[in-house]
């Protein structure tokens, strides 16, 4: 059974930073591209950022810059570290896999930025 596992979320202020984790099980880490998505109230899931099995990594123009995705396999583990947050960041942030059709993710956990 695949299992996606976040944390690290939290309530930061503007400028502030937090890093995410997210532990896989059931899954052979090491293959496997690692996403994070995002979503805001009210508004659609969107990526973020992802990290392919050789360690290239991609992020959307929101976040270059700010944010940064990582993986250690040994560990299961993907993580995203994020700097100078902003009150735009403010979403539920998901993990997310998957391997030919099947999609798999976290619950999520929530990063809310103040002002």
């Known amino acids: 059974q695949v299992r996606l596992v976040e944390s690290g979320g939290g309530l930061v202020q503007a400028g502030g930073s937090l890093r995410l984790s997210c532990v896989a099980a059931?899954?052979?880490?090491?293959?496997?591209?690692m996403r994070w998505y995002r979503q805001a109230p009210g508004k659609q899931r969107d990526l973020v950022a992802r990290?392919?099995?050789?360690?290239?990594?991609e992020y959307v123009d929101a976040v270059k810059g700010r944010f940064t995705i990582s993986r250690v396999n040994p560990r299961n583990t993907v993580y995203l570290q994020m700097n100078s947050l902003t009150p735009g960041d403010t979403a539920v942030y998901y993990c997310?896999?998957?391997?030919?059709?099947?999609?798999?993710w976290g619950k999520g956990t929530l990063v809310t930025v103040s002002s």
């Open positions: 997310n896999t998957n391997w030919g059709p099947a999609d798999y």
């Open positions: 059931g899954i052979n880490f090491k293959i496997h591209s």
């Open positions: 990290i392919f099995s050789n360690g290239t990594t």
